[in-house]
């Protein structure tokens, strides 16, 4: 840092220079690199790393690369020409993003955003980028308005395939123009550049489930592709080690506890690949950061999936409407990208008002707008809270009772009371309760709900204390409690496979959670009761129960109430609402897999099509709640040295 005080010492205040003609140039921001001590090579990879033009963003990337072992690998970057839309049509394509996703899920089109392919993947190395920079710039001001607007789309559907189409004459003028851009980039920056040569078009949507055709082929004919639209020429680069690895996102911050493992940063892009992971242990994965170039192992429920084009770089952007950069500056480098983040100028002229990896946006707290969508029949399915076993240990029980069995609080976070039960403290073993701040999120939860103007008509829960306690705190964020009560259906709860030991917890009869004060209806008859539950169910039973006692709670409901809430596990956000919706049940493997990652109060919305008995999953009329970890702190331990 020393080099860069002495060169910026030289530097004589704009204010008291001499206006001078304008042929005087200053130096490149690579010069400025140079002069401050770096590697040309380094110096190279860290602006092409973070789009070009940004002394600043040049040295972030370097000091946080600093002891990346590939931070001298000559292995240059993969380079795309694409055209992007904005505007209104980029508006519509956004919604179907959205509506789709939530739909029917993630398929491979949602790995990248909206977009025509005018050339394959290429490298560059890294000293001829900002030359292939000047080709793009070169080739948009040659065509200046030569490329007719706006382009025709055609919808075209398959099986396993939604794409808009451009009309072939104007397909051609596209064809050449990308054509030009590889000649221009050939002579400036000596690269082979391969134009796109099948047909041109944008994907909607590909590889999804055959059952997914019918609605996501209804949200792409309510498009109106004749929108609005100034198309932009972007040149994108990525990192070729990682071309085939899945992206995450960090989602939580970590502190790593040993030499093998990854610290976390929030925001950060974490590159994993899965021939990687036959070493990690259940819960871990192994991944490199985008943000260090590091790798080791990291918590799986710390990090969430990303699309591959969260982590790109823009090198380049112009629209070939009226043919000038988006951008003010001259220089070919139309927007940057500072560890896969967009510029704030790029990010609005390319992705109005969404960003580059956000074409489904954030969930949007939904109003009643008419009558039709309030008389719809809902259903929302959360997790319980935050668990006392989880937060401090499976040996809970012998930290806070005594031994005549009185609970004593040791911590804030712990209950100041707990229910007395028949086989004393433990039966808590298998059915523990949820600490202060699980009660807290579930209050959260139903203030916002209260706040969005929603009322539940129905409340059913797992048996298990920790459910009826989170119910039982929702409804009095909702101000509900006393008036709703709680069903208690054992058929919610979660695979019994997961259960330790050769028995099913001893849960607390609804009597006696009347008697501790929790809002449970003593009337309710249970569709799946007790008896009917086996230890160690196979998962084919525990997905055939699950949907069995949501069809039947909701055809119990139908006509008496809009709204049901369910309060159970993690599990059965997925088991509940996956079948109801005509899709047949994910296998195991992948079924855990989405289970790891549904944290404490994670709640989803189903709505019903009409009459048809078939339902959807649609944005909850809540935000979602996310909070960090908070560890133990012992001051004896930490603040008293010898």
């Known amino acids: 840092m020393a080099a860069k005080e002495e060169l910026y010492a030289k530097v004589t205040p704009r204010r008291q220079r001499q206006i001078r003609p304008s042929t005087v140039k200053h130096g490149s921001t690579l010069d400025v690199l140079l002069s401050m001590g770096f590697p040309k090579t380094r110096a190279l990879k860290a602006l092409v790393s973070t789009g070009g033009k940004n002394v600043q963003a040049a040295c972030d990337w370097l000091f946080s690369h600093v ?36 739909s029917c899920g993630k398929n491979k089109a949602h790995n ?15 000293g001829k980028v900002e030359a292939l920079s000047d080709a793009l710039q070169t080739t948009v001001a040659k065509w200046k308005g030569r490329i007719p607007m706006p382009l025709p789309l055609e919808l075209y559907t398959s099986s396993s395939f939604i794409g ?40 909607l949507a590909y590889h999804f489930q055959a059952s997914h055709l019918p609605i996501l082929e209804k949200l792409a004919k309510s498009m109106d592709v004749s929108s609005g639209c100034d198309w932009l020429a972007v040149l994108f680069s990525r990192d070729i080690r990682f071309a085939n690895h899945e992206t995450l996102q960090v989602i939580y911050p970590y502190a790593p506890q040993n030499d093998d493992e990854l610290e976390l940063v929030v925001g950060d892009f974490i590159f994993m690949s899965l021939v990687e992971q036959t070493t990690a242990s259940e819960g871990w994965v192994y991944g490199t950061s985008l943000g260090t170039g590091l790798s080791g192992l990291l918590p799986e429920n710390y990090v969430n999936r990303a699309d591959e084009s969260d982590t790109w770089v823009v090198h380049g952007s112009h629209s070939i409407l ?14 940057l990208l500072s560890d896969g983040q967009l510029s704030d100028s790029l990010l609005d002229s390319l992705v109005e008002p969404y960003s580059l990896g956000g074409l489904c946006p954030p969930m949007q707290v939904m109003k009643p707008t008419n009558q039709t969508s309030l008389s719809r029949m809902r259903m929302f399915v959360c997790r319980h809270g935050e668990r006392m076993d989880v937060v401090f240990g499976k040996h809970w029980i012998t930290q806070c009772f005594d031994s005549k069995g009185r609970y004593i609080r040791s911590n804030l976070n712990m209950p100041s009371s707990l229910p007395t039960r028949i086989g004393g403290q433990r039966d808590y073993d298998k059915d523990c309760p949820i600490t202060v701040f699980g009660s807290t999120q579930a209050r959260l939860v139903g203030e916002a709900l209260l706040e969005s103007h929603t009322k539940i008509d129905f409340v059913y829960c797992s048996p298990s204390l920790r459910c009826v306690q989170t119910a039982q705190n929702i409804l009095q964020g909702l101000q509900q409690d006393g008036k709703t009560k ?23 009869p609804p ?11 003593t009337t309710y008859r249970p569709h799946i009761p007790i008896s009917k539950l086996a230890v160690s169910e196979s998962y084919d039973t525990y997905i055939s129960r699950s949907f069995q006692v949501t069809r039947e709670i909701l055809s119990e409901c139908k006509n008496q109430g809009n709204t049901v809430l369910i309060v159970a596990h993690a599990s059965s956000l997925e088991a509940c609402t996956r079948q109801i919706q005509g899709l047949s049940p994910q296998n195991s493997k992948d079924f855990v897999q989405v289970v790891r990652k549904i944290p404490y109060l994670g709640f989803c919305a189903c709505e019903e099509m009409g009459e048809t008995g078939v339902w959807q999953l649609v944005d909850p009329p809540i935000l979602p709640l996310t909070h960090g970890p908070n560890h133990s702190f012992n001051w004896r331990e930490m603040l008293m040295q010898d």
């Not at 123009?177 to 980039?185: G, K």
């Not at 709680?486 to 330790?500: D, H, Y």
Request: net charge negative; hydrophobic share 45%; glycine share 4%.
């Open 322 to 335: 009226n043919c000038t950069s988006p951008t003010n500056s001259g220089s070919a480098v139309g927007g």
């Open 511 to 521: 009597a006696e959670l009347v008697a501790a004060n929790l809002s449970v209806d």
């Open 164 to 203: 808009l189409f451009v009309d072939e004459q104007l397909a051609e003028v596209l064809k050449s123009f990308a054509a030009d851009f590889a000649t221009e980039a050939a002579a400036k920056a000596d690269v082979h550049v391969e134009p796109h040569k099948k047909q041109l078009h944008v994907t």
């Open 486 to 508: 709680i069903r208690v259906e054992p058929g919610l709860f979660e695979w019994t496979k997961w259960v330790s030991g050769t028995s099913l917890p001893i849960w607390i």
């Open 112 to 126: 990248i955003f909206p977009h025509i392919t005018l050339c394959q993947f290429f490298m560059c190395a890294d």
């Open 67 to 102: 002891d990346d072992p590939f931070l001298d690998d000559p292995l240059p970057r993969e380079y795309v020409l694409y055209l992007r839309p904005s505007g209104p049509l980029l508006q519509q394509l956004s919604n179907f993003w959205q509506q789709s996703r939530l």
